[in-house]
């Protein structure tokens, strides 16, 4: 009976996912942005490391407002990737290697230079008009790029809704018509042959503006569940919600099997512990190491059996873990390992970002021009007009800037880090003479092997998937914890910090499974370096 449970588990269950920002990942054409032909001359690095699915942020065609969210047209490829025939072949390819592809689903809004957006303005009595949200008074609602969410469109004689850029009007969920357009694009790339869809802002799509709802909507697991109906629900395929207002009462609703939504959602919980209470993420403040673990230890409490959770340190829009709650100069090896192990010990599916494996590193700027984020612009322009100084403006974009993440991949410590043959369409960061991919492939104790590791651990493994987890007393500054099921027990112990931590457990090792250093032979009473950590197989009681 076991075995055959096993067998019908979805494939993501027990699957590591890579993430691909595709500007920034390989150029074959020397236009200083990564295509589709990049990706694919890639895959054989991908396939070593051992991952299952590629993430792959927008590749459809957009003006480039917002880097590819805002979406002119969701069945064509935006020339600046390349092609459909491109497309196509990176499906393929990936798939003669084992890999699927996970499309970033991006429904909440459009661009504005979409079809039907245009249309939409252009005559007023339209169907297309309706695909969109218009109001003839603008309310308090804010955009998350700074300013009202409110844009009046003199040619309508009305206010659209955009919770973004303004070029990114929202799209109108309420009704069934766009709701069907929206099921049809989506098939088009089903039967395209991809494995799943990252879904952008899922948690937005059932706003009400006019009582200044935004996420977590009356109507939102109404669509949720009507899509599900409507495109992937008779296939084995991934799907995730980025809700950043996730909790554990309602991260359920969405990832429940029975109540037919999506396989999981990323919650955001543990990346807002180092800002400010009650302030924008560029008001920051340090990390309260208590805090992480706890928050970590609380999102293992999910009934796995009713729910499923992702796991993940960086995005597309996130600083670089390393030296966010690394330490990106003396102990950047160290640190980013101590950082995998923490996370992929953890159940749930793991992701990872393009570069977190060779440990690639934030890359600060001194001036606004060279900020390419619309984001980080906007609030410099805002906060400089309230009379902030420029330095501490800078200062936190390059604590929290989505540029960090986007600086091109690091492949070789040749010019542009073997990325392009051109001029970058971003500056790739400094240290790629140190910190690419070539020299982790050359040292055998690379972070690379350690991902490498850490990936086929997830594979071979079941009490990754389905063990318990147990979080252990120890010091704010130690993280340990027991991984458990009927056959086995593993033990993690991870130093969160930059200075010697004391830990005291009880313990006996069997064998040690991965560890970044040496382990203590007795961890009854031992001194963890920095950012030690290790796996261990220990007895069970």
Not at 160 to 185: C, G, I, T
Request: net charge negative; glycine share 6%.
């Amino acid at each position: 009976m076991t075995t055959k449970k096993q067998k019908q588990e979805p494939w993501w269950k027990q699957a590591v996912i890579y993430q691909i920002y595709p500007k920034s990942f390989q150029d074959t054409n020397g236009d200083g942005v990564g295509d589709l032909r990049g990706i694919i001359k890639r895959l054989d690095y991908l396939q070593g490391l051992g991952i299952d699915a590629i993430w792959l942020c927008p590749v459809y065609k957009s003006p480039g407002v917002d880097n590819g969210y805002d979406i002119a047209d969701y069945e064509a490829i935006d020339p600046q990737y390349g092609t459909m025939a491109d497309m196509e072949e990176l499906i393929s390819e990936a798939k003669k290697r084992g890999i699927r592809i996970v499309m970033d689903l991006v429904v909440n809004h459009t661009s504005d230079q979409h079809p039907w957006f245009i249309e939409a303005r252009k005559n007023p009595s339209s169907p297309e008009h309706d695909y969109y949200v218009w109001a003839d008074k603008a309310n308090e609602l804010k955009s998350a790029f700074s300013g009202s969410a409110w844009e009046y469109d003199g040619q309508v004689g009305q206010y659209y809704l955009h919770l973004f850029a303004k070029e990114q009007p929202d799209l109108n969920w309420k009704n069934p018509a766009l709701r069907q357009k929206v099921y049809d694009l989506m098939n088009f790339w089903i039967d395209k042959g991809i494995g799943g869809f990252r879904m952008d802002v899922i948690e937005l799509i059932g706003k009400v503006p006019e009582e200044e709802i935004t996420a977590n909507g009356p109507k939102l697991h109404d669509y949720l569940q009507e899509m599900h109906h409507e495109t992937f629900g008779d296939r084995d395929f991934l799907t995730v919600g980025e809700t950043w207002g996730a909790t554990l009462d309602n991260a359920p609703l969405y990832s429940d099997p029975d109540r037919r939504e999506l396989s999981m959602v990323f919650q955001f919980e543990f990346m807002e512990l180092d800002k400010q209470a009650g302030k924008e993420k560029w008001d920051t403040k340090p990390l309260d190491y208590g805090d992480l673990k706890n928050v970590l230890a609380k999102w293992q409490k999910l009934d796995f059996n009713h729910s499923w959770n992702s796991l993940f340190w960086n995005n597309h829009d996130l600083p670089r873990i390393v030296s966010r709650f690394g330490n990106d100069q003396q102990y950047r090896e160290r640190s980013a390992k101590m950082l995998a192990l923490l996370l992929h010990g953890l159940r749930g599916t793991p992701y990872i970002y393009q570069g977190e494996e060779i440990g690639m590193t934030n890359c600060p700027v001194s001036a606004i021009d060279e900020v390419e984020d619309i984001e980080a612009r906007r609030m410099y322009q805002e906060r400089l007009a309230e009379g902030w100084k420029k330095e501490d403006l800078i200062k936190a974009i390059n604590a929290r800037g989505r540029d960090n993440a986007r600086t091109p991949m690091q492949w070789d410590a040749s010019a542009s880090a073997g990325f392009t043959s051109g001029r970058p369409w971003l500056a790739v960061n400094p240290n790629c003479h140190e910190i690419n991919v070539e020299n982790a492939l050359n040292d055998p104790d690379s972070i690379y092997y350690f991902y490498k590791k850490l990936i086929a651990l997830r594979h071979q493994e079941r009490i990754l998937t389905d063990g318990s987890f147990e979080l252990l007393d120890t010091a704010d500054a130690v993280m340990a914890y027991h991984r458990e099921n009927a056959e086995d027990k593993w033990l993690v112990v991870c130093n969160l910090t930059g200075q010697e931590q004391e830990v005291s457990l009880p313990d006996k090792v069997k064998e040690i499974l991965l560890a970044n250093g040496p382990v203590p032979e007795d961890l009854a009473k031992a001194l963890l370096p920095p950012y030690a950590a290790f796996l261990c197989r220990v007895e069970k009681d």
